[in-house]
């Protein structure tokens, strides 16, 4: 077994293709399958199973690729500890954001970033956090920006800030003139959420359980759509406070704050335990922390 072959079974998990993960590892296809296929030979199980359309791991082929990352991880690590005094600040880092938060912190995050880290540019990746809990396992993002609860073997997290939802209508509509909203009354309303492939709906639901019982809620893909099909008049909606700041602010719209107890949501940083670059992660912790903004509490 060689550090090559841990690393083409790895390419080849997150890839799901041969030919894309040979081109990866700069090796050629029979190559890289020859190798993986003398591993298989050398362990005596199957890693994958070889469909017509696509590669899946099988069941051990799972656990031995979880045990190779951090395998991997573990040797960078090594070399990290070789290279005495290197600088984990120079370099990019790739990281994963939920889509509720990605266009609303990263414009606030990145000048802040640039400052206190400037030779460590961002590699983002914007995804579901179902998506990114398997890309963070598999060593496709360093880090990721994630709502709680996120709890995973093998993953550390440091909470970040708290942030409280607001409702959102049309300028015209009776509710606009309000000064706060219960969330028990959105039942009554037409109210526009993300698809449940989304974390920030759950958690819309779990504010206002009336919604799933007696609500009609409809469906959009993203924050920003949702927004356009409010001003449009066609129902209310709810939006975690960054995506309702000034710089979102439309004539077309209004922003009501909920009643007592507002709900929020805790946003939180999470990394791979075995990830070599901790100052990194101190870093980027450190930047949001920094952010100042009326959406962002600190947590207590």
Not at 130 to 144: I, M, P, Y
Not at 189 to 195: A, G, H, P, R
Not at 213 to 229: A, D, F, P, W, Y
Request: a negative charge; aromatic letters at 6%; charged letters at 25%.
């Amino acid at each position: 077994m060689t550090l090559n072959e841990l690393r083409y079974i790895v390419a080849v998990a997150r890839e799901r293709n041969f030919r894309r993960a040979a081109e990866r590892c700069f090796v050629s296809q029979p190559a890289l399958s020859l190798a993986i296929q003398k591993l298989e030979e050398e362990l005596g199980v199957q890693l994958f199973e070889r469909r017509k359309t696509d590669i899946a791991l099988t069941g051990v082929g799972e656990q031995i690729v979880e045990q190779a990352i951090r395998v991997l991880d573990d040797v960078a690590k090594i070399k990290e500890m070789a290279r005495q005094g290197a600088d984990q600040l120079v370099g990019s880092i790739r990281l994963g954001v939920i889509y509720t938060v990605g266009p609303y912190l990263l414009p606030e995050l990145i000048p802040v970033l640039r400052d206190k880290a400037p030779e460590m540019p961002l590699d983002v990746e914007e995804n579901t956090t179902a998506s990114l809990e398997t890309q963070l396992r598999n060593g496709v993002v360093d880090a990721a920006v994630i709502a709680l609860p996120f709890d995973l073997p093998g993953i550390a997290t440091v909470e970040l800030y708290d942030e409280p939802f607001v409702v959102v209508v049309p300028a015209d509509h009776r509710w606009a003139d309000k000064t706060s909203i219960g969330a028990a009354d959105l039942a009554g309303e037409k109210v526009l959420l993300l698809n449940s492939g989304h974390c920030f709906s759950n958690q819309v639901v779990e504010a206002c359980p009336e919604l799933s019982r007696k609500g009609e809620v409809l469906q959009g893909n993203s924050l920003e759509t949702i927004r356009n099909m409010v001003a449009s008049g066609l129902g209310i909606t709810v939006l975690p406070c960054s995506a309702a700041s000034e710089r979102y602010r439309n004539p077309l719209l209004r922003m009501i704050p909920f009643d007592a107890p507002v709900p929020t949501r805790r946003i939180a940083l999470a990394w791979r335990k075995s990830f070599v670059r901790n100052s990194a992660i101190t870093a980027l912790a450190d930047a949001v922390k920094t952010i100042k903004s009326d959406c962002f509490s600190p947590v207590l």
